[in-house]
T-cell receptor, first 112, second 110 residues
Framework: EPEVTQTPSHQVTQMGQEVILRCVPISNHLYFYWYRQILGQKVEFLVSFYNNEISEKSEIFDDQFSVERPDGSNFTLKIRSTKLEDSAMYFC??????????FGDGTRLSIL | RKEVEQDPGPFNVPEGATVAFNCTYSNSASQSFFWYRQDCRKEPKLLMSVYSSGNEDGRFTAQLNRASQYISLLIRDSKLSDSATYLCVVNKSGYSTLTFGKGTMLLVSP
């Protein structure tokens, strides 16, 4: 069964550094998403991306965050200057239409 | 009121038991409904979509009551492998944003 893949599985970064999280969505999917889950809390939506542009974003997705689809397969989330509170699991998801969405196994981001 | 509300549990049941989870949502514009399961520190995995007429997938039955803004999941003949957190998820018509509940933890014991 096709799946969403994410790299790295764990990223440790110093506060204030830039970090890029990578995702390869399922190949025939057109909609791409990033979510995050702080330890012990619920999964929260960050951003959705369709037709090479952001279609929706949450309040969490401020100007420190950006997304890009640099080629036909990768979808990246960049955090420009990380803060301690950015520590979380980051999940990429994709879907053929707006739902249902299939999730990658996540990148655990630890900010020191 | 929280957008998607679930009893956090945990629900402790023996193997073979039937267990039911409920979920309420606050936004009447919600259009699509799902149950996902999440194992500890893993990604959410789609368990089933929830349709207005109710739907069944093997041991799992989902029901939707739009008037009461209420969704349920019934698991029959629980297995040890059903131990997980069950996430109630909704999205609004025309939007791709998924809104997650915090989840209900199920522990199935031998």
């Amino acid at each position: 069964e096709p799946e969403v893949t994410q790299t790295p599985s764990h990223q440790v970064t110093q506060m204030g550094q830039e970090v890029i999280l990578r995702c390869v969505p399922i190949s025939n999917h057109l909609y791409f998403y990033w979510y995050r889950q702080i330890l012990g809390q619920k999964v929260e939506f960050l951003v959705s991306f369709y037709n090479n542009e952001i279609s929706e974003k949450s309040e969490i997705f401020d100007d420190q965050f950006s997304v890009e689809r640099p080629d036909g397969s990768n979808f990246t989330l960049k955090i420009r200057s990380t803060k301690l509170e950015d520590s979380a699991m980051y999940f990429c998801a994709s879907s053929e239409r707006t739902s249902p969405q299939h999730f990658g196994d996540g990148t655990r981001l630890s900010i020191l | 009121r929280k957008e998607v509300e679930q009893d956090p549990g945990p629900f402790n049941v023996p193997e073979g038991a039937t267990v039911a989870f409920n979920c309420t949502y606050s936004n009447s514009a919600s259009q699509s409904f799902f149950w996902y399961r999440q194992d500890c520190r893993k990604e959410p995995k789609l368990l089933m979509s929830v349709y207005s007429s109710g739907n069944e997938d093997g041991r799992f039955t989902a029901q939707l009551n739009r008037a009461s803004q209420y969704i349920s999941l019934l698991i029959r003949d629980s297995k040890l492998s059903d131990s997980a957190t069950y996430l109630c998820v909704v999205n609004k018509s025309g939007y791709s944003t998924l809104t997650f509940g915090k989840g209900t933890m199920l522990l199935v014991s031998p």
